[in-house]
């Protein structure tokens, strides 16, 4: 395991996730990570403080509330129905031709799958199921950023990413997140991610968020952007309307699909 604390962190969780109850020892996630049980310790306190999980005797597990990263594959299933009607939506409102930046994500690529074949668009994308998947469309023009590649998440991420990013002027960004709060806006659970997601965001002059009702009203651990910085959410009709209002109060404007 590497020193870098957001690696070792990171690697917490996914191990975590694959223990009975979602919880270890301080012992046996030290020996399975090949760390120190001090080390150990530490990283587990810095997730505690960020709502990650809850430390207990001898051991952590994780909250149940939070939303974690699953494999992508497990993702794609989850509100299936639901996601579809979300990228259908997204898709219809996409422009004739363009430059749309595709963020990493279940969601997005279900927008991806949807995306109507006679559009001229040039595609962005760090998704590369996404691009795998638009290929094959004769009108699209489809690029993927490079870097290093997420298993979890099939995703490119990190610092050579951004910086391709940094001259890049897009008319549209769809953004994939893990949790959605008037607090702290688009949360993902990786500080990778959640760097790429916002320097995606932030090339685009117009933003939207494509989000399940399970994820408003959840926190992960890393923000990558405020609602203010979004001009449209997109979700299903199984969201509180109470949170629906307090969203659409914080700023963007809010779709039921």
Same mark, same amino acid.
């Given at each position: 395991?590497?020193?870098?604390?957001?690696?070792?962190?990171?690697?917490?969780?996914?191990? @975590?996730?694959?223990?009975?109850?979602?919880?270890?020892?301080?012992?046996?996630?030290?020996? /399975?990570?090949?760390?120190?049980?001090?080390?150990?310790?530490?990283?587990? $306190?810095?997730?505690?403080?960020?709502?990650?999980?809850?430390?207990?005797?001898?051991?952590?597990?994780?909250?149940? %509330?939070?939303?974690?990263?699953?494999? @992508?594959?497990?993702?794609?299933?989850?509100?299936?129905?639901?996601?579809?009607?979300?990228?259908?939506?997204?898709?219809?409102?996409?422009?004739?031709?363009?430059?749309?930046?595709?963020? #990493?994500?279940? @969601?997005?690529?279900?927008?991806? /799958?949807?995306?109507?074949? $006679?559009?001229? =668009?040039?595609?962005?994308?760090?998704?590369?199921?996404?691009?795998?998947?638009?290929? $094959?469309?004769?009108? =699209?023009?489809?690029?993927?950023?490079?870097?290093?590649?997420?298993?979890?998440? #099939?995703? #490119?991420?990190?610092?050579?990413?951004?910086?391709?990013?940094?001259?890049?002027?897009?008319?549209?960004?769809?953004?994939?997140?893990?949790?959605?709060?008037?607090?702290?806006?688009?949360?993902?659970?990786?500080?990778?991610?959640?760097?790429?997601?916002?320097?995606?965001?932030? %090339?685009?002059?117009?933003?939207?968020?494509?989000?399940?009702?399970?994820?408003?009203?959840?926190?992960?651990?890393? %923000?990558?952007?405020? =609602?203010?910085?979004?001009?449209?959410?997109?979700? $299903?009709?199984?969201?509180?309307?109470?949170?629906?209002?307090? =969203?659409?109060?914080?700023?963007?404007?809010?779709?039921?699909?």
């Amino acid at each position: 395991m590497g020193d870098v604390p957001a690696e070792r962190q990171r690697a917490i969780t996914d191990l @975590l996730l694959q223990l009975e109850g979602c919880r270890g020892s301080v012992a046996q996630i030290s020996e /399975q990570l090949g760390v120190t049980t001090e080390t150990m310790r530490r990283d587990l $306190d810095v997730l505690e403080r960020r709502g990650v999980l809850r430390r207990v005797r001898g051991g952590a597990e994780l909250l149940a %509330s939070t939303p974690f990263e699953q494999a @992508l594959a497990a993702r794609h299933s989850e509100q299936f129905e639901d996601k579809l009607v979300i990228a259908r939506r997204v898709a219809a409102g996409l422009p004739e031709d363009g430059v749309v930046v595709l963020v #990493s994500g279940s @969601l997005t690529l279900f927008c991806a /799958q949807a995306l109507p074949r $006679d559009r001229a =668009l040039v595609v962005v994308t760090n998704n590369l199921p996404a691009a795998q998947h638009l290929a $094959d469309h004769e009108n =699209l023009r489809v690029f993927t950023l490079p870097d290093l590649v997420r298993g979890l998440t #099939s995703a #490119s991420v990190d610092v050579w990413t951004r910086r391709r990013l940094a001259g890049l002027t897009a008319d549209l960004a769809i953004i994939g997140v893990n949790g959605l709060t008037t607090a702290h806006g688009l949360t993902t659970t990786d500080p990778e991610e959640a760097a790429t997601k916002r320097a995606m965001l932030l %090339s685009a002059r117009r933003r939207v968020v494509p989000v399940i009702s399970g994820e408003l009203g959840r926190n992960s651990s890393c %923000s990558c952007a405020a =609602l203010a910085e979004v001009d449209q959410v997109v979700t $299903d009709g199984g969201a509180d309307p109470g949170l629906v209002r307090d =969203l659409a109060a914080a700023g963007p404007e809010v779709v039921i699909a």
